[in-house]
């Protein structure tokens, strides 16, 4: 579902990635991760066509984000680690507005809306501008917004910041469900026991260069993942 | 701490033009850039300056002649403190009470006073150069005629230093209202639009009179005099003050402007953090579910682009001046339709046909949209929804465009074809006016996207950084003004000895609908590439 193939990205002449290859099969929950600065968000973003890079491919579904992005972009959602969305929009035009770049039929889109509002518990809020709405709620309707087009592939950056911990459920379920209809997530987070407890494979990343990556056992083995990363960030 | 709150607020405001965030590390403007806009800037003063010249040098002999000395500076301190306020008032409301980084700076070991007198200052500054622009004409003019001592300069320099003081207790108070006022408000973009047309239509029925004030205060200097001492009080002890040095009545100025200031800033400073941290206007809206329409992308991205100018009273009113311009211009030609066409017959122009001058004007008007000069600065931190989502840049750029002309021409034409009813134009004249200004429109729009994408700013905290003093804007809205006044010189120039004035508006059309046609094809191509290459 998603190949990185070489990647390198460079701000002036320090890399930020470097030479970093990955593969994300369909199913499969791709934990990705790294202390501050190691190159996680430049990833991510790369994979999503918000940064150029300067070397390698990313691959989205057989499709190249540099030379098909529009392609890549529809089998794909993007929730960043900082929701800044529309504040001129009430939820519900927001996602009206998402729903109509990616031509989500209407019938469909109040059905989706319905669900995932209803599930994070903000389908009354939906008539508020979104500049009113907490940290948390922005956060759960980027991710509604996300979610709205059944994407095949989701890029995640810290998705759980700033969610409750019945949102923070909500997600994770949903994300388990998503893989388990052939749908691939990959996603940065800080918190190594949901990492855990969650991803299907693991990557972590250090000064832009992959340290490690494989399944959660072949990356931990017998340890806990908390002390594996802190043994290699050593 | 509060020069270093000053240095970063001072920084933030200098960062608008000194460099652009096109890349993550922000490169400088070049010394051409740094010119150009010095040069804009001293010209804007100088005609400021001279304009007030004017007004001082015509009353000046005739107070002076009324052993009136007193009143010259005393209506010179009324025009700087009318100045000052009708130009911080916004600004007040903006940089004291709506900032962006209020809560953080709350948030850290910092006395809420030093925050708002970090803020006060910066506002100061500005209030000063408001001051120096009416006043330096009115010392100099002064002293040209009469001459002048060391005591008058000392006396009138602390009333100068002083003014902003006085106009800045006033801005504060009004601008806490207006927050207030705002916060309570469930549409508080009508309230802001309405309250800022009144501030406009006081100030332009001032411009609009002032022939006629200048004229009343020479013949009735004494009359005035009575006034001025009897109801604005401190005006006539700072006149008593600065002409003949009085003591006595320059601590009564001091106090004037010292101690409402005073008041005001003790007031706020003790309830700046319940101020700040009061609800503001989020009345939450229960949602009822309805069906919702579909519609196309670009579609959509225009909503967007309208719902973003719509949704917001400060870019509505900064990037949409030259449509309530039109309007009221048109309101104005409904009304007084003989007397301007009277002014147009004394300038020389009743050769001309009154379409082809109304059309120029305008074009003049339409300069001043400048939507879509800051529509891409404005995406900011949302640039990730642009980048991330399945649409073209082309689309996401045209979108831009189309918002702005929409405004533009959509005003333009109405406003044209009111004034062809009521100027009795012919159809060829109206069809002539018409095309003019929707290429017009488009040739601006596209330009200013243009210009935008060469000088981006996403490092913004309030968006009127971006709306109001970005270099993009300033560039943009002065190369339209140029452009839009360049047909009209080289019509009296040059084609007006073998070409009509209709004939010239059908030419002026065609040259800015081929002039917007390579637009549209550069944004397409330069302007994509530049677009993707913008790092929010």
Redesign the interface.
């Known amino acids: 579902m998603l190949k990185i193939e070489h990647l390198t990205k460079k701000y002036g002449d320090k890399a930020a990635v470097d030479d970093l290859s990955l593969h994300i099969e369909p199913g499969q929950i791709y934990g990705f991760i790294g202390h501050n600065g190691a190159g996680k968000t430049t990833t991510l973003k790369s994979c999503t066509g918000i940064l150029k890079f300067d070397e390698g491919e990313i691959y989205i579904g057989g499709k190249s984000i540099k030379t098909d992005p529009l392609a890549c972009k529809k089998l794909m959602a993007y929730i960043p680690d900082n929701p800044d969305l529309y504040e001129f929009y009430t939820g519900i035009k927001y996602l009206n507005f998402v729903a109509n770049i990616y031509g989500v039929p209407a019938g469909v889109r109040d059905e989706k809306i319905k669900k995932y509002a209803d599930m994070f518990e903000i389908t009354e809020d939906l008539a508020s501008l979104v500049s009113s709405y907490s940290h948390g709620m922005k956060q759960k309707l980027a991710i509604i917004g996300a979610l709205i087009h059944d994407p095949k592939l989701i890029i995640m950056d810290e998705p759980f910041v700033g969610l409750d911990p019945k949102a923070a459920f909500t997600v994770k379920t949903l994300m388990r469900e998503l893989c388990d209809m052939g749908g691939a997530i990959f996603f940065s987070t800080h918190v190594l026991e949901v990492a855990e407890k969650l991803c299907d494979r693991v990557a972590i990343i250090k000064s832009g260069r992959l340290v490690v990556s494989g399944t959660m056992e072949e990356v931990k083995g017998d340890e806990s993942l908390e002390s594996v990363f802190l043994e290699l960030e050593a | 701490m509060v020069r270093t709150l000053l240095k970063a607020r001072i920084a933030a405001t200098l960062s608008n033009i000194g460099k652009s965030s096109k890349k993550?590390?922000a490169k400088k403007r070049g010394v051409g850039f740094k010119i150009l806009m010095g040069f804009l800037i001293v010209y804007i003063l100088g005609a400021l300056i001279i304009m007030f010249g004017a007004i001082f040098f015509a009353t000046a002999l005739t107070f002076s002649e009324a052993d009136l000395d007193w009143l010259y500076y005393a209506m010179a301190g009324i025009f700087a403190f009318a100045f000052c306020f009708i130009g911080s008032v916004f600004m007040s409301q903006h940089q004291i009470f709506e900032a962006k980084d209020n809560e953080m700076l709350l948030a850290m070991p910092i006395k809420p006073s030093a925050i708002l007198a970090s803020r006060v200052i910066a506002i100061y500054v500005f209030n000063l150069a408001y001051t120096l622009v009416v006043m330096l004409p009115a010392v100099v003019i002064r002293a040209i005629l009469f001459g002048t001592s060391v005591l008058e300069l000392v006396f009138v320099l602390i009333c100068v230093l002083l003014i902003p003081v006085m106009s800045m207790a006033l801005s504060c108070v009004l601008g806490w209202l207006l927050a207030l006022i705002s916060s309570k408000m469930r549409n508080k973009n009508a309230i802001t639009l309405i309250l800022y047309v009144v501030f406009m239509g006081a100030y332009f029925y001032v411009c609009f009179n002032a022939g006629n004030y200048i004229m009343k205060l020479t013949e009735s200097g004494t009359a005035l005099a009575d006034t001025v001492r009897r109801v604005l009080f401190p005006a006539y002890h700072m006149g008593l003050a600065s002409a003949y040095g009085n003591f006595g009545s320059l601590l009564i100025f001091i106090a004037c402007a010292a101690v409402p200031f005073a008041i005001v800033f003790f007031v706020i400073s003790r309830n700046y953090i319940s101020i700040m941290s009061a609800k503001t206007g989020?009345r939450?809206?229960?949602?009822?579910?309805k069906?919702?329409?579909?519609?196309?992308?670009m579609?959509?991205?225009i909503?967007?682009e309208m719902?973003?100018f719509t949704?917001?009273a400060m870019y509505m009113l900064n990037g949409g001046m030259g449509t309530l311009m039109s309007l009221i211009v048109v309101a104005g030609l409904i009304i007084r339709k003989e007397f301007i066409l009277n002014v147009a017959g004394m300038y020389g122009l009743s050769g001309i046909s009154v379409p082809a001058i109304i059309c120029m004007l305008m074009c003049v008007l339409s300069s001043m949209n400048i939507i879509s000069a800051s529509s891409v600065s404005l995406e900011?931190?949302?640039?990730?929804?642009m980048?991330?989502?399945?649409?073209?840049a082309s689309d996401v750029l045209i979108a831009k465009a189309m918002c702005h002309f929409i405004v533009t021409a959509g005003g333009a034409v109405i406003a044209g074809a009111v004034a062809c009813v009521v100027i009795k134009a012919t159809a060829v004249e109206a069809a002539a006016m018409a095309l003019v200004l929707i290429a017009f429109s488009a040739f601006a729009a596209l330009a200013d996207i243009m210009v935008n994408l060469h000088m981006p700013k996403f490092d913004w905290i309030n968006e009127v950084a971006c709306v109001k003093q970005s270099g993009s804007v300033t560039v943009s809205m002065l190369m339209n003004l140029a452009i839009a006044i360049a047909p009209i010189i080289l019509y009296f120039v040059l084609f007006s000895r073998f070409m009509g004035a209709t004939a010239f508006l059908f030419s002026a059309a065609a040259f800015f609908a081929v002039v917007a046609a390579v637009l549209f094809i550069r944004l397409k191509t330069a302007g994509v590439r530049m677009f993707?290459?913008l790092?929010a």
Request: charged share 30%.
């Open positions: 993550a590390g989020t939450r809206v229960k949602y009822v579910e069906r919702l329409r579909e519609s196309g992308a579609s959509s991205l909503g967007k719902k973003r949704g917001s900011g931190k949302t640039m990730w929804l980048k991330s989502l399945p649409v073209n993707n290459e790092q």
